[in-house]
């Protein structure tokens, strides 16, 4: 460690970063790098602001940026715990010019007040962890801005750039906040499998899952089992839902939710979809009416934006600005529009010139329809009562209309559909009409103490482009996967 009184030669340590907690290194044990003697205490830079001029200070993290003045460096230093950068002050001397954006460090000194009224640190100890600066060919070159297209190519690499660390710390907040908003609601969380033997949707969006070893297929292969099919004994996919799986918890416990990643066979490049996505979906139970359902949507996104806004603002802001989003968010204080898909659909038929897409009777509204509903209305609106042959084989049939379905679709500002859901069918001779073949288990549900349900599934990454404003779904998922690309 270094003593800059001393000012003896810089010592690279081999100590990883990731192995120390924010406030004590942990403890050595066989076989694992030494923590030097006397080690500082070390804090994460968000907490800083709350330090006072003489009090001690250490942290850990990378520099982004050097300005060499007469007698001073002055580092500006991030560790991943917020935004804002952390300005250190260093002695110059032939030393201490060793140090170079990108490093990583670890530094102890006093606080001391800026010039600007901000904390600052005067650096007493510094020690450099690994390379001591960046080498040729590392694709973020400091100070200087780099495309969302180009910072995707490294994927291993984008937690350093700093809207991507934000997104990843409002990601965070976001999934906290769900959890907590569901637990306060009396679900219980389910963890859906992954691996399925069922279409959720019907659409045929599925990927097929199979071991990639002919070897193992050929020892447990059997008679009148397709050969690929040999490891289950049946086709099996990735997850497009976890829905009939909550709805299985959900008779025995009641209100249940997940929060899974889901996966969608799709050649779409859209910037509002992936393969690969997370989904929010809950299943309540003894639920009669749609306004049941549209009011604890309602109620869990406008909580659930509260929160993040709440304790991850600067972030928000952050992302916000790079993105060069202007992010209206007064829809937390309104009351939201529900509209049956008839009465949307003639809005929207009245304003049919205005659109690049063509309306269309057998689908559902594009992406530039949902988002003029959006506008026109000036409030985020439930569609709900959609026509049958729209929607899956689940959804309840209208007891007034037996060609409408008791559905929704959640339209937002910038993203369009954020939600959809439905009341469940509860009715069996219904439902043993319209069930698809291998899903007996789902009408048996019904036949023994069925109970009316309804549930809705919330694309987890729209939410946080809705929030934050940026414009691709890639840049709001760590590692994004999408039609020829799945990078790590």
Known sequence: MLKLKELPILTRTL????????KNPIESKDNQPKSPENAPEYSRIKTAPTTKPGDSFGIQGWILNIRRMKTNLFLDVNDGSTAEKFQIVVPKNDQTKALSPGCSVSISGVI??????????????????????????????PKQQHPPEYVREYLHFRSRVDYIASQLRVRHRAAKAIHDFMDEQGLIQIHTPILTTNDCEG?????????DNEKLLKDMSRDGVPFDESYFDQKVFLSVSGQLHLEAATYGLGGTYTFSPAFRAENCKSPLHLAEFYMVE????FTYTMNDLTSFIETMVKSVSQEVMNKSSEDVHHCQKKAAADVDLSWLDKNWITLTYEDAFTILSDNKSRFKTDLKTNE?????QELFLVDHLKSPLFVID??????PF???????????VHALDLLMPSVGELCGGSLRENNYDVL??????????????????????????LGFERFLQLITGVKNIRDVIPYPRYPHSCKM
């Open 203 to 211: 659409a045929g969006e599925t990927f097929v899952v199979k071991p």
């Open 15 to 22: 100590r990883c970063i990731s192995q120390l907690s924010p």
């Open 364 to 368: 559902g509204f594009s992406k530039e």
């Open 282 to 285: 809950a299943e309540l139970a």
């Open 112 to 141: 001391q007040t800026a010039p600007n009224g901000h904390n600052e640190l005067h650096a007493n100890e510094v020690t450099l962890l690994g390379n001591s600066s960046l080498q040729e060919g590392f694709p973020f070159v």
């Open 394 to 404: 689940y959804m309840r049939q209208s007891k007034t209309d037996a060609s409408k």
């Open 386 to 391: 959609w026509p049958a042959d729209q929607k």
């Open 432 to 457: 043993k009409n319209k069930i698809p073949p291998g899903l007996q288990w789902y009408l048996d549900l019904r036949k023994y103490g069925g109970i009316p349900t309804g549930g809705f599934g």
